[in-house]
């Protein structure tokens, strides 16, 4: 081989290690990104097993509840509840929301009076100005 020869196949190979490094970095750069997204998914993977599981749990614990509601629905005696009310019962009740009307009267009494107060002094500042 000749001097020129080697020359040029010197440089080829230079050419071609720069070229090769050049790739390998790019190479490196890019195994990197996969290597972070990789991680990512695996993450969201793991959330996703976690949110699921914590979803069918709470699914079966709904599913438990309303079967509960429904049984103590059906067994339920509703009219066991009216049979224990007295006549009494119902007079006691009028008795106290007339209590609560006197003592509220007495209270919307004073209510329409201060406004009666303030609707006059209104009207006078109105004719003062």
Known sequence: MGNIEKTK???LIEDQS???????????EKQRVVDEKLKRVT???TTSTKEQDRNNR?????AALQAKL??????YDYS???KGLRI??????????SNVNNAIEGFTSKL???????????????MMA
Not at 18 to 28: H, S
Not at 70 to 75: A, L, Q, V, Y
Not at 113 to 126: A, H, L, V
């Open 9 to 11: 196949l010197t440089a």
């Open 18 to 28: 720069g070229k090769l490094t050049a790739l390998k970095t790019e190479n490196d």
């Open 43 to 45: 993450e969201m993977r």
């Open 58 to 62: 709470n699914k079966k614990n709904l």
């Open 70 to 75: 429904e049984f103590i629905e059906s067994k």
């Open 80 to 82: 066991s509840q009216a």
């Open 88 to 97: 009494e019962d119902f007079k006691d009740l009028q008795v106290s929301n």
């Open 112 to 126: 329409t009076t201060c406004q009666k107060e303030i609707q006059e002094i209104e009207t006078r500042k109105s």
